[in-house]
């Protein structure tokens, strides 16, 4: 309490109801974060109040049974204890306690007029004691513990007019203890066993508790005898009180000690036995062990039981559950080759149908009995009776009975056969008498044409068989069909029946499948379907007929967009020249005999950079070229073509992927959008290669030359591509003003036809005023592929080569000193000069050497040379270095009397690139 005043009241509230104050509890309504844990205060308490209850109750009943020395005393004190125990959740005292309950029940005498209660104590001690077990995972304890009930009283029947009465006790043990370990084998624990074989026993005690009470039935039914009148309101001795003996106050009496069942107690008990439906018990405990093995996936045993409560159904004659449930066997069985349960299961069937008079029932189990994989199991007598009812029901008759047990309802037979119309669909498994092979013919299907469906039939019986009706259930539905016809197969024949499906557009580029293909083998009105699966799968709904692995097709079949009609090809020259315009001529042709319209027609260049090619309606037009050309066609007729003529340059050659994209977009008959391509690849090369190369007017190549020196360009024009050439004009473009065109020369003839790997020689005469390096031009080549009409007139143009020009370039000065430049101080050096004389000109030189601080020269002073064109002149000088270190190389000088004077400095001048610019000295030692 949070303050005194509340405290108060509530110690006076106590006071005035009686009740502990540690009961009162006080739950925090209005603050919501307390809430949970005033509720949480009020569970603990209450667990604490219950458990001291139930203490309180057991100290109070251990103390009745320690004053007690009466064994059912005992066993009630005991069991009172280990109950109280169980509610506290002290599972190994209420264990205790139950197992002492149980061994002191074990040692009470067993007489007539107790045994019954005995067994319904020890087994409620027997249950509790395995539940407990059960929850401590102990599966092997409580499986222990069932045993040894069942051990002690397996064989202590009682009274042998009421023997019904011990089995209903064990089938009820059975169920139980069955039901007790479904319950935790659920959780898929390996250690609990497993709980279907209980409820098959309990199952089969059912049955022996039935025909133990059939053998009582000496006369009609029983009645209740009239001294029991005054319990005929209050007795209610049913399977769930078995043992009960309400008019016996205490069985354990000394005055019940040697008592015995008089004949009105026995008389009253198989009155209400009477009244127990045992068909019920039997099926239902069946059926549980049926779903527990449908949870596990174990369908041979599931399949079995239900076969078990089929023949149940039977013999109590609930015909049409046994002819539903049998029904729904043959499909569980699926493709499983288990051919003694597909026996019982039909001969169960039929013997159902033929009781109840259910056509079309009697037909689907009668022709499987007739397959072949079970005909060791028919006799043969009565296998052709079942191939000559078949014919009786398909003729109207009623058929003959198989057996002498048969039973036989003709009211239900005359009204099933006079139905105006029935039909009996047979699930068929393997090997049945008429053989059905389901397949597509082709794996893909336009939905501009159809798709075909084959079916192998093959009568594997020795009777003659008349199809009138096949077809198959797809999947999607919209594809179901069949087809009508009148086709009689003999024993061992083999015949072929085809399908047409036609593909909707809705269903383009998914699969359609087969499920399951008939035959309808029956007469009009009286349809009998054979239904043959035609996948392998875990459905249990759907068999196999074994075409899987077939060669011949599948099961399904992929609908596809109809192929384009509209053919495309394009043509033009294999490869392509830079810079001229190729014609490229593209046919569209329709081979479709319907015409088509609105057909848009794309081509497009596709090349690593767009600027490299472009596309062109017409060269000679206005309009700029582009990459991408669109046209379109307003009709197009049947089996007519349609041209499209275009033009496209390479700017550039292109070594990497080009190729030219033709495009067509068009919508079919079906509101299709189909697109048809077509690619060229397409390989784009110069023409020609030239080779320029700079001579003087003798031939000679030259690196340089002087101003105003003539000298000659030569430009060797090889066609390097693979087709014919012709030259039509070869054009020097002179765009420097340093250069002087002279003359223009062409060592072959002009308009020239080059074949591959031929070449041309052009040539002209030039001069420079300048000084540098530079190109005088380009060459501009006029030329056009031979035949003329392949190509258009193109032109081709290449840069002149660079020519560098330098101050009077006539004359140049090669010098060389000895020991690569070294000298030693005092020591003389020898320079050995060479002019020369490049042009034709005559020149008068005189040459000297300048003096230096550095050098001190022998060698002449002066010196006069006439230097013709195209000469050289050898001399030298003795050099005695006067300073040590990195000095400068003496220059040399020369006066040319028709040019004026020139001073050439070897390191200022070109023709000193072989010699030093400076000269190292060292001292000499």
């Not at 089938?171 to 039901?179: A, E, I």
């Not at 133990?212 to 009609?220: D, H, I, P, S, V």
Request: proline share 4%; glycine share 4%; with cysteine.
């Amino acid at each position: 309490m949070e303050d005194y005043f509340t405290t108060e009241r509530a110690s006076a509230f106590c006071a005035a109801t009686e009740i502990p104050p540690k009961h009162l509890f006080v739950l925090a309504h209005t603050n919501v974060e307390r809430i949970q844990a005033s509720a949480q205060r009020l569970e603990v308490g209450m667990r604490e109040i219950s458990k001291t209850y139930y203490s309180m109750r057991i100290k109070k009943v251990k103390g009745w049974k320690d004053k007690v020395t009466a064994t059912p005393l005992l066993v009630r004190y005991n069991f009172k204890i280990a109950v109280f125990q169980d509610i506290r959740k002290d599972f190994i005292a209420a264990l205790t306690h139950y197992q002492s309950a149980l061994e002191a029940l074990l040692t009470i005498k067993a007489t007539d007029a107790n045994i019954q209660e005995l067994k319904v104590v020890a087994s409620i001690l027997t249950y509790r004691i395995c539940r407990l077990h059960l929850n401590k995972d102990d599966g092997k304890e409580s499986k222990n513990q069932f045993d040894k009930l069942m051990r002690s009283f397996l064989k202590t029947e009682g009274n042998k007019e009421l023997l019904f009465e011990h089995y209903a006790w064990l089938s009820q043990q059975y169920y139980q203890f069955g039901d007790l370990l479904k319950q935790y084998y659920r959780g898929g624990n390996s250690n609990i066993p497993d709980p279907i074989s209980y409820f098959i026993a309990a199952g089969k005690y059912a049955e022996k508790r039935r025909d133990a009470f059939c053998q009582t039935l000496t006369t009609g039914k029983h009645s209740w005898p009239a001294e029991m009148n005054p319990y005929n309101g209050s007795v209610q001795v049913k399977l769930c009180c078995i043992g009960q003996r309400p008019w016996w106050n205490n069985p354990f009496s000394q005055d019940y000690l040697y008592a015995t069942e008089d004949s009105n107690t026995v008389q009253a008990l198989k009155y209400f036995e009477s009244l127990c439906k045992h068909s019920d018990y039997i099926i239902s405990d069946w059926g549980i062990a049926s779903e527990v093995c449908r949870e596990s996936q174990r369908v041979r045993c599931r399949c079995q039981l239900m076969s078990m409560m089929g023949a149940e159904f039977l013999r109590s004659k609930q015909y049409s559950k046994c002819i539903m449930l049998m029904t729904h066997v043959l499909r569980e069985l699926g493709q499983e080759d288990w051919k003694n349960i597909v026996y019982d299961v039909a001969n169960c069937g039929v013997t159902a149908a033929y009781a109840a008079g259910d056509v079309p029932a009697y037909c689907n189990f009668l022709l499987i009995l007739l397959k072949l994989d079970i005909v060791d199991l028919v006799s043969k007598e009565k296998h052709d009776l079942l191939w000559s009812n078949f014919q009786r029901v398909m003729d109207g008759d009623v058929p003959l009975p198989v057996d002498s047990n048969s039973n036989f309802d003709l009211e239900s037979w005359r009204k099933g056969l006079s139905e105006p119309e029935w039909t009996s669909y047979v699930e068929i498994h393997s090997q049945p008498i008429l053989d059905c092979k389901t397949f597509f013919i082709e794996d893909v299907a336009s939905i501009a044409d159809t798709a075909k469906i084959r079916f192998i039939l093959t009568n594997k019986s020795d009777f003659t068989l008349k199809v009138r009706k096949f077809g198959v259930r797809m999947n999607p539905i919209d594809y179901n069909c069949e087809s009508i016809t009148d086709i009689t197969i003999h024993p061992q024949e083999c015949q072929e029946l085809e399908l047409i499906l036609k593909p909707l557009v809705r269903d383009i580029s998914k699969l359609v499948q087969i499920q399951v293909a008939y035959l309808d083998i029956g007469r009009p009105n009286r349809s009998v379907l054979l239904h043959y699966s035609v996948l392998n799968t875990s459905n249990a709904y759907l068999w196999s007929n074994e075409i899987s692995g077939s060669k011949r097709g599948g099961y399904s079949v992929r609908i596809e967009q109809s192929k384009p009609l509209i053919k495309i090809e394009t043509s033009c020259p294999n490869s392509v020249l830079v810079n001229e315009w190729c014609k490229v001529t593209i046919t569209v042709t329709n081979t479709d005999n319907r015409n088509y319209e609105k057909i848009a027609v794309a081509c497009q260049l596709q090349t690593p950079d767009p600027q490299n090619a472009v596309l062109s309606p017409d060269p000679d037009s206005n309009i700029p070229p582009t990459t991408l050309h669109l046209s379109d066609i307003s009709k197009l007729a049947a089996t007519q073509n349609y041209e499209i003529v275009v033009y496209l340059k390479a700017l550039v050659s292109i070594e990497s992927e080009f190729k030219l994209s033709t495009k067509i977009k068009y919508v079919d008959h079906y509101s299709q959008l189909l697109t048809v391509e077509d690619f060229t690849e397409l390989q784009v090369i110069p023409p020609f290669e030239i080779f320029q190369s700079i001579t003087n007017l003798h031939n000679v190549e030259m690196d340089s030359i002087s101003i105003n020196e003539d000298f000659m360009i030569q430009s060797t024009i090889t066609n390097i591509s693979k087709n014919i050439l012709r030259v039509m004009n070869a054009t020097f473009n002179i765009t420097s003003p340093r250069f002087d065109l002279k003359h223009q020369a062409c060592k072959n003839n002009s308009n020239i036809v080059l074949n591959p790997n031929e070449d041309a020689t052009y040539a002209i005469i030039l001069s420079c005023s300048e000084v540098g390096t530079t190109s005088p031009g380009d060459l501009t080549l006029l030329w056009k592929r031979q035949p003329e009409e392949v190509g258009s007139e193109t032109e081709f143009q290449q840069p002149l080569v660079g020519v560098t020009v330098l101050i009077d370039k006539s004359l140049y000065l090669k010098a060389m000193f000895s020991n690569n430049g070294h000298g030693k101080l005092k020591q003389p050096m020898i320079g050995y000069y060479t002019l020369v004389n490049r042009s034709n000109i005559v020149f008068d030189l005189t040459l000297s050497m300048d003096s230096t601080e550095s050098f001190m020269n022998a060698g002449p002073k002066r010196l006069s040379v006439k230097l013709y064109g195209r000469e050289s002149y050898n001399f030298n000088y003795i050099l005695f270095p006067l300073v040590t270190g990195l000095v400068e190389t003496p220059k040399l000088s020369f006066c040319i009397p028709a040019n004026g004077s020139t001073i050439l400095e070897a390191v200022e001048l070109p023709i000193h690139l072989n010699g030093p610019k400076n000269l190292f000295v060292t001292v000499s030692l």
